[in-house]
Each structure stands twice: as structure tokens, then as C-alpha cells.
């Protein structure tokens, strides 16, 4: 769970910049916006699903309801 987290988050962010990058020098400024918004939801989905994992693994250690 620790490295390969970091590892999607970071080839995510990556592929997601090269995209907008293409689409930007093709004057498509308009669809580079909504695939940055698209990646800023995934990497935030994976996110909010691991705070979801911590609060329920603190909840279990400290045999809270």
C-alpha cells in the first residue's frame, strides 16, 4: 500500500500534464481544462478512498464504534 500509491498518483499527474500539454498547443484549451479536471477527480477519488481506510484502521485500534 505505501510506495505504489505515490507511484499511480504520480504517473496519473504525469500523463494527465503531457495531455493537457498536447491539447494546448493544438488550441484545444477548452478540453485541456476538463482533462485536468478529470485527473484532479481520479487522483482525489484515491485519495478519499486511503483517508477512508486510515480512519477505519484507527477506529478498529482504538476498538472504537
Known amino acids: 500500500m505505501g510506495v505504489d500509491i505515490i507511484f499511480k498518483i ?3 499527474g504525469i500523463l494527465i500534464t ?16 476538463l482533462v485536468s ?17 486510515l480512519f477505519q484502521t484507527v477506529k478498529d485500534i482504538f476498538t472504537l464504534y
Open 18 to 33: 503531457v495531455i493537457c500539454q498536447i491539447l494546448k498547443k493544438s488550441d484545444r484549451d477548452d478540453i485541456a481544462t
Open 37 to 53: 479536471i478529470a485527473g484532479l477527480v481520479i487522483v482525489l477519488s484515491i485519495v478519499i478512498s486511503l483517508i477512508a481506510e
Open 10 to 12: 504520480a504517473a496519473i
